[in-house]
């Protein structure tokens, strides 16, 4: 904890960053493989059944976050009031929960217990409920598949975004980006083999993100285990702590529900008047959209757990040294990533597909989205 504590240069607090934001640009391009892959190998038609998926794995990562973001909080504050037994019940407390709504997802349910019956009608429906999400008939080969293993895999989707949160609270950023370059580079291994070499299509990739994200959460697994100072331990049923972690955590859980609606309300309409081309336009945005992102949410990540621990120890001047450095690395990363935007969008644009319809679509929506990325951080 020594790092929360003492009084930082600016260059410091970007040093400090690296980790966390490297992990959420690892963490970012989770999706962008499968959608690489599939894209270059697969067709544009598989990759819009991807974006088809999104809102199903909103819903799954935004309760993880939920937990992870809103536990955290508390978590940090305890440990900087030096409570560190009240920390460990906490956060095996809220670990137990997550895993049993987890297992209530795969076995026969969903993360949220109110919607138990999305997943029953998701295993044993989920043609209608891709054709709700926006597929078309001519989608629906791609969909249904990777729909399927994303359902299967709410227990190590949930507990990888929750490890990576909680080394940030203990003082390991490093780990959680030990755990985001781990699952990444094996994603990447997992898609050649089954996107590539099988020809699997979006079932082969959603398989590569299933395997490459629990090996990731095993690593994290490992960690509490043995090596953090966050430890399981008996733990306290306090309702209380938990409705606090859910409330702390909530804008969060809704900033990744809205990508999820967002996503589903564009599918619907770009669907209607663009078609599957359409589709994988929006994905392609969506996909620019996440890793831009991810350098506001690295630096989020980052500061949260120095704020929550100042917070507990008093320690306001650091808290306001933070906020401060926050806002200026905010500040010119916006006007940064604008212009890359911009001037490479192209580019970017090309790694997934060549000239043509899509092409034409996806830079034409990017020019008009970008103007978001002024604000957003």
């Not at 001037?343 to 319809?357: E, P, R, T």
């Amino acid at each position: 904890m020594k790092c929360f504590e003492e009084k930082m240069s600016y260059p410091q607090f970007l040093k400090y960053l690296v980790p966390s934001v490297l992990t959420m640009i690892f963490l970012s391009f989770y999706t962008t493989i499968d959608g690489f892959f599939v894209s270059r190998y697969a067709g544009s038609d598989a990759l819009a059944g991807i974006n088809i998926v999104i809102p199903i794995t909103c819903i799954i990562f935004g309760t993880a976050v939920m937990f992870a973001t809103g536990s955290a909080a508390i978590i940090g504050e305890k440990m900087g009031q030096k409570r560190e037994q009240e920390a460990n019940e906490i956060f095996t407390f809220i670990a137990i929960v997550l895993l049993i709504l987890s297992l209530v997802f795969t076995i026969g349910g969903i993360l949220f217990i109110f919607a138990i019956l999305f997943t029953i009608a998701g295993i044993l429906f989920l043609e209608p409920i891709c054709i709700f999400l926006g597929s078309s008939e001519r989608l629906m080969e791609h969909v249904i598949p990777y729909a399927f293993v994303i359902f299967l895999g709410a227990v190590p989707m949930s507990f990888k975004l929750f490890f990576e949160y909680l080394v940030r609270t203990d003082g390991r950023s490093q780990i959680g980006m030990v755990m985001s370059l781990a699952g990444l580079t094996l994603n990447v291994v997992f898609d050649y083999i089954f996107v590539v070499v099988f020809r699997m299509g979006t079932f082969g990739a959603a398989w590569g993100t299933f395997l490459s994200i629990t090996v990731s959460m095993i690593i994290g697994l490992l960690y509490f285990l043995k090596y953090s100072q966050i430890r399981f331990c008996k733990p306290n049923v306090n309702w209380k702590v938990l409705l606090k972690s859910c409330t702390n955590g909530s804008s969060e859980m809704l900033t990744e529900l809205s990508t999820g609606i967002t996503t589903f309300l564009f599918n619907i309409i770009i669907m209607k008047y663009f078609g599957e081309d359409g589709v994988a336009a929006v994905t392609i945005i969506m996909y620019i959209y996440y890793f831009f992102i991810s350098f506001y949410m690295g630096i989020a990540v980052a500061t949260a757990p120095v704020v929550s621990y100042n917070y507990g120890a008093q320690n306001y001047g650091k808290i306001k040294e933070t906020t401060r450095y926050s806002f200026i690395t905010i500040a010119i990363s916006s006007v940064l990533i604008l212009a890359v935007s911009y001037i490479y969008g192209k580019d970017i644009i090309h790694l997934f597909v060549g000239d043509g319809n899509v092409f034409s679509l996806t830079w034409d929506g990017l020019k008009l989205f970008s103007t978001v990325f002024v604000f957003i951080g």
